[in-house]
């Protein structure tokens, strides 16, 4: 069944780095999303430390793009959750934006293993070879490993944070309910309800009552591929959840599609992606994350 969510292929790459193949992490756009738009925003690395790192995750290192201060240390930690296009030049961009004002932020690839979209035509396709192929304890485990490489480099762990696009909202979801070290979360257009797979065993709906951390969802009225009868769904779950369960809030801009963050695509919605960037930055402010 075709995952709603939504650079060559990529082998399992083992600890040995005579064999780990460094891949331009946070360059060029996937070919499904072609051409892209004029509003593309870019953020310059001036001031920063920022390009591609490896962290070990299990028997695998993971490549990540992360981007923090120079010379700066005990920094507020951001997780960033890329899309179904992996860390392409848009996830970099953004974690170069919470870079300028201070985090570590981080984006390590969660497709690593099953391969790389960049390449891929359609959404389809890549909903097909890739994203059904990801199971979500192997993508909480990698974000686990990023989260303890950001500790070892300047991050602080005592103030993380995580948040995620698209197939990366919902594993933002999905890490509020498993990491009990983390601070907060915003999940932009993440599915919080979904059959349920050998990948995908359980949906934040699911799991409510494992949040350890607030969540911040943000969303489209206009999003075809995400019901606002699912997301009352999670509200209700969440108002008879656990005290941090619900401290958790939406905001659902009535105007606004799937992937009205995503600057790069048609789907941008310049307003509310700067409505929804500065309540994103007020949250991680109001929980002890910045």
């Known amino acids: 069944m075709l995952n709603p969510d939504v650079d060559s292929l ?4 083992p600890f040995d780095r005579r064999t ?33 790192i490896a962290v070990h995750s299990g028997g695998t290192l993971v490549p990540a793009y992360r981007a923090q201060p120079k010379g700066k ?53 890549i909903s097909q070879q890739i994203l059904n192929k990801v199971p979500d304890d192997q993508a909480l485990a990698d974000l ?45 257009y993440g599915r919080v309800v979904g059959e349920r797979t050998a990948t995908n065993p359980a949906s934040p709906l699911d799991r409510v009552a494992d949040l350890h951390a607030p969540v911040l969802g943000l969303y489209g009225l206009q999003d075809q591929s995400i019901p606002q009868a699912s997301l009352e769904q ?21 105007d606004a599609g799937h992937a009205f963050f995503a600057d790069y695509r048609p789907s941008y919605k310049k307003a509310d992606a700067e409505d929804g960037w500065r309540r994103a930055l007020a949250w991680f402010r109001q929980h002890g994350v910045a």
């Open 234 to 254: 999670m509200k209700q779950a969440i108002a008879q959840g656990p005290q941090v369960a619900r401290a958790s809030q939406f905001v659902v801009y009535d």
């Open 73 to 125: 240390t005990r920094l507020p930690v951001i997780l960033v959750i890329h899309e179904a296009f992996g860390v392409h030049e848009h996830i970099a961009d953004v974690c170069r934006r919470f870079a300028k004002l201070g985090y570590l932020a981080i984006a390590p690839n969660l497709f690593v293993r099953e391969g790389d979209p960049m390449a891929l035509p359609t959404i389809q396709q």
């Open 10 to 13: 990529v082998p399992h790459v």
């Open 144 to 188: 686990d490993a990023t989260a303890a490489w950001a500790g070892e480099h300047g991050g602080d762990l005592d103030r993380l944070g995580v948040t995620g696009f698209c197939w990366g909202g919902r594993i933002a979801w999905l890490y509020a309910e498993h990491n009990p070290q983390l601070k907060a979360a915003v999940a932009w």
């Open 20 to 52: 780990f193949i460094k891949a331009a992490l946070g360059t060029g756009f996937a070919a499904a999303v072609m051409p892209v738009s004029a509003q593309t925003i870019h953020t310059d690395s001036e001031g920063l430390e920022a390009g591609e």
